[in-house]
């Protein structure tokens, strides 16, 4: 298998086209097969189109929300009312406008006194999750964007995170941002049946076109040391795959 699948798209509006029918398609494939979907939600700006698109007819109506099990990626150390909580991104672009049950959407407790423990806590949310042999939550499908340095959820560059391979969640100090994020970890990512990094625009053709130049893993760049099973598949924007080939391979 190749080490990257991905998908050039015109623009924003036709990336998020495609990653809602993959979305549908994903709930459709884990509610037959085991009765419920679960899916880790991410933040950024580039998933806001996908969940308006999910949000309204006629994707809204293809899902079985309530079957769904709503999860995040990574959480920013503020409130969900906090303008910068990726919580309150998805329940206003989303969860606000589905059937999904309240008790089916598990937020990142970002705004906790201590971090470290709102980072246990969710990782024992995730035990309603079915289990890799390994032990590991498996996701039916992990949303996942990337930004300019590279990094994905909140495994950011140079971070302690990178190297957790003991629990699902943790919190993690990120120095460049003089802030605490609650993320999953790696293992998790990678424990997922469906992996999609969703990119867009034109600051990011650069280091999109090193990753998939690459022959394996760059230090520098946490999202290109995700390694799923089942692949990586990217949604990319024409700005943002500027510098390849579009083979739709790699």
């Given amino acids: 298998m190749p080490r990257y699948r991905y998908q050039v798209y015109p623009d924003t509006d036709a990336l998020a086209e495609a990653a809602a029918r993959d979305f549908v398609a994903a709930a459709g494939a884990a509610i037959r097969e085991h009765g419920v979907f679960f899916v880790a939600l991410a933040g950024g700006s580039t998933p806001r189109a996908l969940y308006a698109l999910l949000a309204a007819p006629p ?3 293809q899902v079985d929300w309530a079957r769904v099990q709503v999860f995040f990626g990574d959480e920013r150390c503020v409130g969900p009312e906090d303008a910068q909580s990726n919580f309150r991104m998805a329940r206003e672009t989303l969860l606000a406008h589905v059937p999904v049950p309240a008790e089916q959407i598990h937020r990142m407790q970002g705004e906790a006194a201590d971090v470290r423990e709102a980072a246990r ?17 498996r996701f039916d499908l992990v949303l996942l964007g990337m930004g300019e340095d590279g990094h994905t959820a909140s495994l950011f560059p140079g971070t302690a995170i990178l190297e957790e ?37 034109a600051g990011k053709r650069g280091v999109v076109g090193e990753i998939m130049g690459a022959d394996g893993p760059l230090e520098k760049y946490p999202v290109s040391w995700l390694t799923p099973r089942a692949g990586v598949i990217w949604h990319l924007d024409a ?12």
Wanted: proline fraction near 6%.
């Fill in 239 to 250: 700005a943002a795959a500027a510098a390849l080939a579009h083979d739709g391979q790699h």
């Fill in 121 to 137: 806590r969710y990782a024992a949310e995730l035990a309603i999750l079915p289990a890799t042999a390994a032990g590991w939550p």
């Fill in 165 to 201: 391979r003991s629990v699902p969640v943790a919190a993690v100090y990120v120095d460049k941002l003089a802030a605490w994020r609650i993320s999953l970890t790696l293992p998790v990512l990678d424990a997922a049946a469906r992996v999609r990094v969703l990119v867009s625009g």
């Fill in 59 to 61: 994707y809204r109506e």
